[in-house]
């Protein structure tokens, strides 16, 4: 009735299969004795007996027919086993249908798949569903088998497929069935008919998704072309909603061994960096919140120099010919390193007299964890993924190295704590949790329209600074005065925008870690940017971070300033673009974008 390809069979589903269709002769090569031993080890002297000739003597026809019976005796009892689940005819489906009274046990019935329509796009963020064949994951068994699932039900393997399982799955219906003395099935009642699962509506817009994804390659590629690019292979952004915490878009771009682009959205936050002087904001307001400084506080910016130790000094003072007066406004703006060393060492209650010793107890740098993890900077964000890391913590064995801290050159982030931290300072001083989840609908009617809504989610807020409003606004300010000030230090990147923005770039001096196992430990240069837009009342905020951008002694490309610029541009764009084309249109249902090319693929698996 049905046309079953030919899948690998062993050697004794081969010995089994020749066992069943040659009992007589199988049960004749055992002697008497071993014909009276029981059952099983009867049988095993059957398996030993099957020769390779018996075996060469299974025809094609034979085979396909052993598949459908390994397959049937493959799974277990009470549980649904597929004998076929691709490239069923409808003649097939006829057949079996119209045949069913002599076939007890078996049913016809639907299967589904996952198609994936934007092809590369939030694949390794979109995860995985476990096949027919794979059932449920052996380290997750046990949990799925309690919660009423069967061994061959197909569910979430791997991030947002996993940690909405639940919610994507649906409910079974439910039967009672009555059997007779020998164990036939006389009649059966359904208790519960079952539902489908919901659907989930991402923050994410695909455009505007997608279009990030193509300026990090094109930026990635301009970057390749400058001097000491030779480990630069990947780049990051994070765009999100600072007021509501939801994710619109996450993106990672990074060049295999065959200098192909493949998307490494995962990255985002199970990889982790030294971000630079992006990370100055926090130190600010650490350096606030901690009562070492308020928002006047003025340092003079000078090189710092401990005994025994070389001068540490900002970009633009290296010998002293620099020197200027600063407060925290002004230190944002120019990117002092020497005012943030400052602040650390305030932090940690010592003085700091030239060519001395820097007396600060090692607590200090517990201390400066407090008040950035405020920020989301070294512990978790609260993202509905699974496998997010935290990051990397310097060894607390020098207290010097607080100063290298304090500049966002000693401990290393995720690009989603990044984005964490640039939304806490663009949404006046809340830390909320990202999400990737919109909304949960019902299933869809229609088929070409979403459904009714379920669930929409709220802002998760994790912590609030314990700061002012001004206190905030003195920071907001120095990124402010980053873009727009004479000493800014992205003063020329958003001059000719329509929109505002503020912000805070950065450098990190680090040591390679990358795939080229050559180049490990080589002296390279993240480059980063924080910011948002508009200023005023931001939608957006992002961060971008450009890992091993360039070897030390090479020049700075600057693609985090234009990965940064062509982001926003972007963004603004698509929102013109979209409020003009709601005027055109008023849809009362909110269709399925991708309708059309989850028809289109399905109709081409299906082909295959």
Same mark, same amino acid.
């Given at each position: 009735?049905? !046309?079953?390809?030919?899948?690998?069979?062993?050697?004794?589903?081969?010995?089994?299969?020749?066992?069943?269709?040659?009992?007589?002769?199988?049960?004749?090569?055992?002697?008497?004795?071993?014909?009276?031993?029981?059952?099983s080890k009867a049988y095993k002297k059957q398996?030993? !007996?099957?020769?390779?000739?018996?075996?060469?003597?299974?025809?094609?026809?034979?085979?396909?027919?052993?598949?459908?019976?390994?397959?049937?005796?493959?799974? +277990?009892?009470?549980?649904?086993?597929?004998?076929?689940?691709?490239?069923?005819? !409808?003649?097939?489906?006829?057949?079996?249908?119209?045949?069913?009274?002599?076939?007890?046990?078996?049913?016809?019935?639907?299967?589904?798949?996952?198609?994936?329509?934007?092809?590369?796009?939030?694949?390794?963020?979109?995860?995985?569903?476990?096949?027919?064949?794979?059932?449920?994951?052996?380290?997750?068994?046990?949990?799925? *088998?309690?919660?009423?699932?069967?061994?061959?039900?197909?569910?979430?393997?791997?991030?947002?497929?996993?940690?909405?399982?639940?919610?994507?799955?649906?409910?079974?219906?439910?039967?009672?069935?009555?059997?007779?003395?020998?164990?036939?099935?006389?009649?059966? #009642?359904?208790?519960?008919?079952?539902?489908?699962?919901?659907?989930?509506?991402?923050?994410?817009?695909?455009?505007?998704?997608?279009?990030?994804?193509?300026?990090?390659?094109?930026?990635?590629?301009?970057?390749?072309?400058?001097?000491?690019?030779?480990?630069?292979?990947?780049?990051?952004v994070v765009a999100m909603d600072p007021y509501?915490?939801?994710?619109?878009?996450?993106?990672?771009?990074?060049?295999?061994?065959?200098?192909?682009?493949?998307?490494?959205?995962?990255?985002?936050?199970?990889?982790?960096?030294?971000?630079?002087?992006?990370?100055?904001?926090?130190?600010?307001?650490?350096?606030?919140?901690?009562?070492?400084?308020?928002?006047?506080?003025?340092?003079?910016?000078?090189?710092?120099?401990?005994?025994?130790?070389?001068?540490?000094?900002?970009?633009?003072?290296?010998?002293?010919?620099?020197?200027?007066?600063?407060?925290? #406004?002004?230190?944002?703006?120019?990117?002092?390193?020497?005012?943030?060393?400052?602040?650390?060492?305030?932090?940690?209650?010592?003085?700091?007299?030239?060519?001395?010793?820097?007396?600060?107890? *090692?607590?200090?740098?517990?201390?400066?964890? +407090?008040?950035?993890?405020?920020?989301?900077?070294? #512990?978790?964000?609260?993202?509905?993924?699974?496998?997010?890391?935290?990051?990397?913590?310097?060894?607390?064995?020098?207290?010097?190295?607080?100063?290298?801290?304090?500049?966002?050159? +000693?401990?290393?982030?995720?690009?989603?704590?990044?984005?964490?931290?640039?939304?806490?300072?663009?949404?006046?001083? &809340?830390?909320?949790?990202?999400?990737?989840?919109?909304?949960?609908?019902?299933? &869809?009617? &229609?088929?070409?329209? $979403?459904?009714?809504?379920?669930?929409?989610?709220?802002?998760?807020?994790?912590?609030?600074?314990?700061?002012?409003?001004?206190?905030?606004?003195?920071?907001?300010?120095?990124?402010?005065? #980053?873009?727009?000030?004479?000493?800014?230090?992205?003063?020329?990147?958003?001059?000719?925008?329509?929109?505002? $923005?503020?912000?805070?770039?950065?450098?990190?001096?680090?040591?390679?870690?990358?795939?080229?196992?050559?180049?490990?430990?080589?002296?390279?240069?993240?480059?980063?940017?924080?910011?948002?837009?508009?200023?005023?009342?931001?939608?957006?905020?992002?961060?971008?971070?450009?890992?091993?951008?360039?070897?030390?002694?090479?020049?700075?490309?600057?693609?985090?300033?234009?990965?940064?610029?062509?982001?926003?541009?972007?963004?603004?764009?698509?929102?013109?673009?979209?409020?003009?084309?709601?005027?055109?249109?008023?849809?009362?249902?909110?269709?399925?974008?991708?309708?059309?090319?989850?028809?289109?693929?399905?109709?081409?698996?299906?082909?295959?």
């Open positions: 009735m049905i !046309d079953v390809e030919v899948e690998k069979l062993t050697e004794r589903d081969l010995k089994d299969y020749w066992i069943l269709t040659h009992e007589k002769e199988s049960l004749n090569r055992l002697s008497k004795k071993e014909q009276n031993l029981d059952a398996v030993e !007996d099957v020769t390779e000739k018996d075996i060469a003597s299974l025809t094609d026809e034979d085979k396909r027919i052993a598949t459908i019976y390994k397959k049937m005796t493959s799974g +277990y009892a009470m549980t649904e086993s597929i004998v076929k689940g691709k490239g069923v005819t !409808d003649e097939e489906i006829a057949k079996v249908s119209e045949n069913l009274e002599s076939l007890p046990g078996v049913d016809t019935t639907t299967d589904w798949n996952r198609f994936y329509t934007y092809n590369e796009t939030l694949r390794s963020i979109l995860g995985s569903v476990s096949s027919a064949k794979e059932g449920l994951p052996k380290e997750k068994a046990e949990y799925y *088998l309690s919660q009423g699932y069967s061994r061959n039900d197909r569910v979430g393997k791997s991030y947002l497929e996993a940690e909405y399982q639940n919610i994507l799955a649906g409910q079974k219906s439910q039967s009672e069935s009555v059997m007779d003395a020998q164990g036939n099935i006389i009649e059966t #009642v359904q208790k519960n008919e079952g539902s489908k699962g919901k659907d989930l509506v991402l923050s994410v817009d695909v455009d505007f998704q997608r279009a990030v994804e193509d300026i990090l390659r094109k930026n990635i590629q301009k970057g390749k072309s400058s001097g000491g690019s030779d480990l630069l292979d990947r780049a990051f509501s915490g939801e994710v619109l878009a996450l993106a990672g771009q990074k060049l295999n061994d065959k200098g192909k682009f493949e998307d490494y959205s995962l990255g985002t936050f199970t990889t982790a960096y030294n971000m630079g002087s992006a990370v100055k904001g926090a130190t600010v307001l650490g350096g606030i919140m901690s009562d070492a400084i308020t928002k006047d506080t003025y340092f003079t910016d000078q090189p710092i120099k401990f005994k025994g130790t070389k001068a540490k000094s900002s970009w633009f003072n290296r010998n002293g010919e620099g020197t200027r007066t600063l407060n925290p #406004v002004g230190a944002l703006e120019i990117s002092s390193n020497s005012y943030m060393y400052q602040v650390s060492m305030k932090m940690g209650g010592a003085k700091y007299v030239y060519d001395g010793p820097l007396r600060a107890p *090692l607590s200090t740098f517990d201390k400066m964890r +407090y008040y950035y993890n405020q920020f989301g900077l070294g #512990v978790r964000t609260g993202v509905d993924l699974p496998g997010e890391q935290i990051g990397y913590k310097g060894p607390d064995d020098t207290a010097g190295k607080i100063l290298d801290f304090a500049i966002g050159q +000693y401990d290393s982030y995720t690009p989603l704590q990044l984005a964490q931290y640039s939304s806490v300072v663009a949404n006046g001083g &809340s830390r909320i949790a990202p999400t990737m989840l919109k909304e949960i609908r019902n299933p &869809s009617t &229609s088929g070409d329209t $979403v459904g009714t809504l379920a669930t929409s989610t709220k802002p998760d807020v994790l912590n609030r600074l314990g700061v002012t409003e001004a206190d905030i606004q003195t920071v907001q300010n120095g990124f402010y005065q #980053v873009t727009h000030g004479s000493s800014g230090t992205a003063r020329t990147v958003f001059t000719s925008s329509d929109y505002d $923005v503020a912000g805070k770039t950065g450098t990190a001096q680090g040591f390679y870690d990358g795939p080229k196992e050559g180049s490990k430990m080589a002296d390279v240069w993240n480059t980063t940017f924080v910011g948002y837009a508009p200023v005023k009342k931001p939608e957006i905020s992002i961060a971008v971070v450009v890992p091993w951008e360039y070897r030390d002694g090479y020049s700075d490309s600057k693609i985090n300033m234009s990965i940064a610029k062509e982001v926003f541009d972007k963004y603004f764009e698509l929102k013109k673009k979209r409020a003009e084309e709601k005027k055109e249109t008023s849809h009362v249902d909110q269709p399925i974008n991708n309708v059309q090319q989850a028809r289109a693929a399905q109709s081409k698996q299906t082909e295959k």
